[in-house]
DNA sequence: GTTGAGCGTT
């Protein structure tokens, strides 16, 4: 019985998952069976660990059978202690599932009139106050270097942010597309964030990706750098000088360019001006 | 050894 979470989802049929928080890193799912499992039937816990480290991240899912009993749990169990943590226990949104929970099934098994039991839930205040502040989200957000280039988010970045940045990184700031529906919006517009990141990083994927499997791989070009925008030219550090760069010389010197040169990307034009392994003539 | 927002896996 303690191998909840280990074998994957053993069956979310009819199953309610609910949200735990501000557990403690060392609670495991063996020690949160028995405290839900008071108020009904568990299916399955899983507890999200980090890879890296493998500690528990600090919320756990608790699957429960029934969507009353559900209920029951997160009323009776949130702000509830545990290990010496005041835990909150809410329904799971963002899960796999969840979309069975937004077609209504909850709604109907939970009518409003029961909701109003919840009049115990101090600690609710205490996380909105957290929220107003930010001050301590910002001071993380700020130590985080988010100049990572976006052909290396597009890949790494999905795996990247489930597993440390996301929490850490404030999500509700685009530094991509500053809008001000995702100021502070919550709850349905994660889904729309989480849309719309998708489609940018497949659009951007597709292109880079593509045009590297469809060229030579590899042999592209030894600095992974975007196309050549027309910013480079308004670089100030280019010299003037019209034999530096001029666009003869593009087109003389076609081999100059990264993607026919796929030959040899390197020691080619050393190699035939410089038929010596050392490069005396240039230095 | 720490942390504390936050939505998930074989």
């Given amino acids: ?36 499992h008071k108020y009904g039937k568990v299916v399955d816990i899983f507890i999200p660990r980090d890879r890296r480290t493998g500690d528990s991240r600090g919320f ?7 969507a009353d009993e559900a209920q029951k749990a997160v009323e009776r169990l949130d702000g509830t202690m545990v290990d010496g943590r005041e835990i909150t226990v809410q329904f799971a949104k963002y899960g796999p599932n969840a979309e069975r929970i937004h077609k209504g099934k909850i709604s109907e098994a939970f009518p409003k009139s029961r909701y ?26 700020r130590s985080r270097s988010r100049s990572l280039d976006k052909n290396d988010r597009d890949r790494r970045g999905r795996e990247r942010e489930r597993e440390r940045d996301h929490r850490r990184r404030s999500r ?13 919006g919550r709850g349905r517009g994660r889904y729309d964030d989480e849309r719309r990141s998708r489609s940018l990083s497949r659009s951007r994927s597709r292109g880079r990706s593509r045009s590297v499997d469809s060229g030579s791989p590899g042999r592209r070009s030894p600095s992974p750098r975007r196309s050549p925008s027309p910013r480079r030219s308004l670089s ?7 034999r530096e760069e001029s666009p003869e010389r593009n087109g003389n010197g076609v081999g100059r360019s990264p993607t026919s040169r796929s030959v040899s990307p390197r020691g080619r034009p050393a190699d035939s001006r410089s038929p010596s392994p050392q490069n005396s003539d240039d230095k």
Wanted: net charge positive; charged share 35%; no cysteine.
């Fill in 236 to 242: 100030p550090r280019r010299s003037p000088s019209p």
């Fill in 116 to 141: 109003r039991s919840r009049s115990r839930s101090p600690r609710r205040r205490h996380r909105d106050d957290y929220r107003d502040k930010d001050y301590r989200r910002r001071s993380r957000s």
């Fill in 60 to 66: 756990a899912f608790v699957r429960y059978k029934y």
């Fill in 1 to 36: 019985m303690s191998h909840f979470g280990r074998s994957g989802p053993p069956d979310i049929t009819d199953t309610y998952s609910l949200l735990v928080l501000n557990i403690t890193f060392r609670t495991t799912a063996d020690d949160l069976y028995p405290l839900f």
């Fill in 172 to 184: 509700s700031i685009s530094p991509r597309r500053p809008s001000p529906d995702y100021s502070k």
